[in-house]
C-alpha cells in the first residue's frame, strides 16, 4: 500500500519534517501547491521587477521572487523516512560527543565503546567507583540534553 507523505515547516522546531497524510489530503495538498506555482509563474510573467527599472537586477531579483519558498511534496517510503530518522539521531549523537571535554569523553569511549566496567575504569584511573559512577551519571545527563537539544 502506497503511503502518502508532505512536507511540511514545524514552527515550533523551525524545520520541515514529512507528516504522513490520507491519499485524499495528499492530492488536495499537491493540488493547492500546483495552483500555487501556476499562479506565481503566471503573475510574475506580466510583472515588471523592481530591479530592472534601477539597473541592479542581479542583487536584487533573488528578494523580489518568492516563488521558490513554495513547499515541495514529496512521497516517502517508510524506509526513507526512518533512514532520514536515524542519520538525525547520528548527527545529534556526535555532536553532543563533541561537546564533551577530553576527560568525560575517555571515560564515555571506555565503558561504553570498549566495553569497560565503571569499576576497572575507576582502577585505571585510580578513583573510587562511585565518583566515577557519578561522574558517568552527570555526563549521560549532559549527553542527553545535547542531543534533545540538537534534535529540535
Known amino acids: 500500500m502506497k503511503e502518502y507523505k508532505v512536507s511540511v515547516f514545524n514552527t515550533t522546531t523551525g524545520k520541515y519534517e514529512l507528516v504522513e497524510v490520507t491519499k ?9 501547491q500546483w495552483n ?7 503573475f510574475y510573467e506580466h510583472q515588471i521587477p523592481l530591479s530592472l527599472l534601477d539597473g541592479t537586477e542581479d542583487t ?18 517508510r524506509d526513507e523516512i526512518e533512514k532520514f530518522a536515524k542519520e538525525q539521531e547520528r548527527k545529534a549523537l556526535y555532536s553532543a560527543l563533541k561537546s564533551l571535554k577530553a576527560a568525560e569523553l575517555e571515560l564515555i569511549e571506555a565503558i561504553y565503546f570498549n566495553g569497560m566496567t565503571v569499576k576497572a575504569y575507576a582502577e585505571h584511573i585510580g578513583k573510587e ?7 558517568k551519571i552527570r555526563i549521560l545527563s549532559k549527553l542527553k540534553q545535547n542531543i534533545l537539544q540538537n534534535l529540535k
Do not use: G, H, M, P
Open 36 to 42: 500555487l506555482e501556476d499562479n506565481e509563474s503566471s
Open 24 to 32: 485524499e489530503v495528499y492530492e488536495v495538498f499537491t493540488r493547492t
Open 129 to 135: 567507583r562511585s565518583a566515577v559512577n557519578k561522574k
Open 60 to 77: 536584487l531579483e533573488a528578494w523580489e521572487r518568492f516563488d521558490e519558498f513554495v513547499v515541495e511534496c514529496e512521497i516517502a517510503s
